[in-house]
């Protein structure tokens, strides 16, 4: 039998603490509000909505070489535009995504009805920012949930943890976990995976693991320049060092949170995240706003 995905444990277990965020929401509501002003002039930008035909969004993203924000949803890959939220190229359901360069994109699900792509697509790569997709490997075969490309390798979960250097050859991972979220830096091979347990850490663009004590759980990862950011199923926002060890939790809170991006230096910290309110942003450790372009 095929494994629930590891995505929807952090679901089920938003769902069961939903009590428990909406009190911590009420108790920092006297902070919020004094932080009000600040986090105000962080939203410069008309606040942009969220496509309507997206459906679920599984990874949120930043193009390198345009900046703009990235959305991997139900219904392919939505980018950034002038007045909102635009879809580029085909509709596939991106169940994984990861950028591993300019214009370079790797994914994971299932094709939309009439594509001549396999289901599920495998490891698929797009050289032109999304436009197109080919299939590198493991095509009818591998349906990856969490994946991310670190070092020189794509690190990527489809019941089985799995690396590869070419797209083509993978190697298993004897992990022994299974990951909620995958994250790392091209530039970097240190990786860092949440389970439902605790934060792992590779050193190794994932080829070996270790489990970080006392670390958030379950969450949701995202590396930045210089730190991990975590979100757990609560909503609380935690901070780690770029190997993903030495968590701290900090005030930041969101509700039920879907997809994570944390981008910048610790000192300039962009953390964006959908949630029941919809895409936020918290930027410089202010309070979460609407998502709307930096200003």
């Known amino acids: 039998m095929r494994r629930r995905p590891a995505r929807a444990l952090l679901a089920g277990a938003v769902a069961g603490t939903a009590l428990a965020a909406t009190a911590a929401c009420s108790s920092s509501s006297t902070r919020q509000s004094d932080d009000s002003a600040g986090a105000a002039q962080v939203a410069t930008a008309p606040v942009m909505p969220m496509?309507?035909?997206?459906?679920?969004?599984?990874?949120?993203?930043?193009?390198?070489?345009?900046?703009?924000?990235?959305?991997?949803?139900?219904?392919?890959?939505?980018?950034?535009?002038?007045e909102g939220f635009e879809r580029v190229g085909p509709a596939i359901d991106l169940m994984g995504f990861t950028v591993a360069g300019p214009n370079h994109f790797y994914?994971?699900?299932?094709?939309?009805?009439?594509?001549?792509?396999?289901?599920?697509?495998?490891?698929?790569?797009?050289?032109?920012?999304?436009?197109?997709?080919?299939?590198?490997?493991?095509?009818?075969?591998?349906?990856?949930?969490?994946?991310?490309?670190?070092?020189?390798?794509?690190?990527?979960?489809?019941?089985?943890?799995?690396?590869?250097?070419?797209?083509?050859?993978?190697?298993?991972?004897?992990?022994?976990?299974?990951?909620?979220?995958?994250?790392?830096?091209?530039?970097?091979?240190?990786v860092v995976a949440s389970t439902n347990e605790a934060v792992m850490t590779s050193g190794d663009s994932g080829r070996?693991?270790?489990?970080?004590?006392?670390?958030?759980?379950?969450?949701?990862?995202?590396?930045?320049?210089?730190?991990?950011?975590?979100?757990?199923?609560?909503?609380?926002?935690?901070?780690?060092?770029?190997?993903?060890?030495?968590?701290?939790?900090?005030?930041?809170?969101?509700t039920a949170p879907e997809a994570l991006l944390a981008t910048g230096s610790s000192a300039r910290l962009e953390i964006v995240v959908l949630g029941e309110d919809g895409l936020?942003?918290?930027r410089g450790g202010r309070a979460f706003v609407p998502w709307s372009p930096a200003g």
Do not use: Y
């Not at 997206?54 to 703009?68: F, L, M, T």
């Open 51 to 82: 496509p309507v035909s997206a459906g679920h969004v599984h990874a949120i993203a930043k193009e390198p070489a345009s900046g703009r924000l990235l959305l991997a949803t139900h219904a392919g890959l939505f980018a950034q535009g002038r």
């Open 107 to 190: 994914a994971s699900g299932h094709p939309q009805p009439g594509s001549d792509l396999p289901n599920p697509v495998g490891l698929i790569e797009s050289l032109d920012g999304g436009q197109t997709w080919e299939v590198l490997s493991r095509g009818g075969d591998s349906d990856f949930h969490a994946m991310a490309a670190v070092g020189s390798r794509v690190a990527g979960f489809d019941g089985t943890l799995r690396s590869t250097e070419d797209g083509m050859v993978w190697d298993e991972v004897p992990s022994g976990f299974e990951p909620i979220s995958i994250t790392g830096r091209v530039d970097d091979p240190r």
């Open 208 to 254: 070996t693991w270790t489990v970080v004590p006392d670390s958030p759980a379950p969450a949701l990862v995202s590396r930045a320049d210089n730190a991990v950011i975590a979100v757990t199923a609560d909503g609380r926002v935690h901070l780690a060092d770029a190997s993903g060890a030495a968590w701290k939790r900090t005030e930041l809170s969101v």
């Open 280 to 282: 936020m942003v918290s």
